[in-house]
């Protein structure tokens, strides 16, 4: 379990996992995630997302969002989402 002061901790990058290789991303760009060759497990801060979240074109397993954490919030079907700034 987390302290307070963890939960307080921000940070400004996603980890992104794919087949056990690591990498870092910024957190509000938009992620591209293509995988030649088809889907493998992909984690985004821990986060699995699953082949059929993504689409195949040509071979290559692609995944796309603007927003992870927006685009979590409604793959977990985890109700509204109100924002205080829209930019």
Known sequence: MKTF???LVTN???TI???GNHSTHLLNDPISIEIDGGYQ???IDGFEIKDWQGEVIDGVWVFRCDNFYQWKHHATDQGWLFYQNTN
Do not use: G, N, P
Request: charge should be negative.
């Open 5 to 7: 002061s963890e939960l």
């Open 12 to 14: 400004y990058y996603l």
């Open 41 to 43: 497990l992909t984690l």
């Open 17 to 19: 996992e794919i087949d």
